[in-house]
């Protein structure tokens, strides 16, 4: 019991810190939408992978039936996130630097909030 809860502390820890990386990556534009939605279900998946296998294994065996269950599961897991994370916008990226004003010389008034 203790080695399954081992691996699942280290499983989520990798995990994480993979998910971690993926999002810190996204948001400084240096991977896109797919490979993040991608990296990110992945990582998900991998996280639920030991303590899914030791509860298949331990109620219906080490056997085929038990491993086509855990590919079954695993990979509802994965396609469902995936779909759902492309589902998700690109956020605006925040601007390093100056903001850009308008190139008129005149003012804008602010927009009114009287409806017609």
Not at 29 to 56: E, Y
Not at 96 to 107: D, E, K, L, T, Y
Request: hydrophobic residues 50%; contains cysteine.
């Amino acid at each position: 019991m203790m080695e399954i809860l081992t691996v699942q502390v280290i499983a989520a820890i990798l995990g994480m810190s993979s998910t971690a990386t993926a999002d810190w990556l996204y948001h400084r534009g240096r991977i896109g939408t797919l490979l993040h939605s991608l990296w990110v279900s992945i990582s998900n998946t991998v996280i639920c992978l030991p303590i899914l296998a030791w509860t298949f294994i331990v109620f219906l065996g080490n056997g085929v039936l038990s491993c086509g269950l855990i590919a079954a599961v695993l990979s509802l897991m994965f396609f469902w996130q995936y779909h759902n994370l492309l589902k998700i916008p690109p956020e605006q990226r925040i601007r390093r630097g100056p903001i850009p004003m308008p190139s008129s010389g005149r003012s804008i008034p602010p927009p009114s909030n009287i409806s017609r």
